[in-house]
């Protein structure tokens, strides 16, 4: 991959802020957090893209053999804003319910049966281009959850304690580095 991303054009698209998206949230009652399973990998690569991530692989014992990938991997450079970008437009275009960070979504609605309504737009969106979610890591129609490393509640916000503790575990000590 290091070849190909020497060679590609970097695509800058930054993530949304999370901040931006906890502003979102507000006062909503019902609150979803879906996590997509292997997000990357679930997005299809052209024919085209695909021949880009040829490489050869020799098998102990065996000739080497040429390989490419037929869907999106972690290492290619674009990758992170093009998963982005697919989520973004499936989701953010006419479903104002969903807040969308990297393969992670909220999704949060004032009542319950226009949670059950919007959950069926957004699991339609996610099928209709092939992506599933993650049902051991998923909370559904829940009156808080976790997400980006907060907990999220109707009309609050608060940091997540276990990775505040983390912050202020002690840190032992350093050695020199050669």
Known sequence: ?????????????????????????????????????????????????????????????????????????????????????????????????AKVYCDDICVTSPTAQQHIADLEAVMERLSMVGLRGHPGKSVVAAGGCEFLGFLLRPGKLSPHQAKVAATRAPWGTFRGVR
């Open 1 to 97: 991959m290091r070849g190909v991303n020497e060679l590609s054009l970097k695509d800058r698209t930054p993530p949304r802020l999370p901040e931006d998206l906890f502003h979102d949230i507000g006062t909503d009652q019902y609150i979803t957090k879906l996590d997509l399973r292997s997000g990357f990998h679930q997005i299809i690569l052209t024919d085209d893209a695909s021949l880009k991530t040829c490489f050869w692989w020799a098998r102990e014992g065996a000739a080497p053999e040429q390989y490419v990938y037929s869907r999106m991997s972690f290492g290619s450079t674009n990758s992170t804003a093009m998963f982005g970008r697919v989520i973004e437009h499936e989701l953010r275009v006419g479903l104002r319910c």
